[in-house]
């Protein structure tokens, strides 16, 4: 398979990941990321070292009114490094928690892990500020 098409493959992965993050569609999101994904969030205290930590995180947001209003991602890259892929990319996010909005910008970094051919999963999120 060639890194072309591996760099293709992981990109595809990304935009379904953000999609499914962008509609708060917690089934497809989560679907997304391995079992064993670590998160770190510049908005959380501490890393959450397992998808079912972070799930239980979304679980309090959403019971707190939390919602993706709109997710747009830009400056995509991809470095392929075997069956472990590195993606880069900004992000715009609007969310509702409550009745209250909030729009942020942000850099984002997922490690993603091919975990049978053609099919990857996110198996790392950092999450860091862009000063606007």
Not at 109 to 127: K, N, Q
Request: aromatic share 12%; net charge negative.
């Amino acid at each position: 398979m060639t890194v072309a098409l591996k760099e293709q493959q992981v990109l595809n992965a990304a935009e379904r990941l953000v999609a499914a993050f962008a509609r708060t569609d917690t089934a497809a999101y989560f679907a997304a990321f391995s079992e064993d994904a670590s998160f770190v969030f510049h908005t959380w205290p501490t890393p959450l070292l397992s998808r079912a930590a972070y799930e239980a995180v979304w679980a309090d947001w959403l019971a707190d009114g939390f919602e993706v209003l709109e997710c747009t991602s830009s400056k995509p890259f991809v470095s392929v490094q075997g069956d472990v892929a590195i993606f880069v990319h900004e992000v715009r996010t609007q969310l509702r928690v409550a009745s209250s909005e909030s729009t942020s910008y942000e850099r984002e970094t997922i490690v993603f892990r091919e975990v049978e051919a053609g099919r990857w999963l996110a198996c790392h999120e950092h999450l860091s500020a862009v000063p606007q």
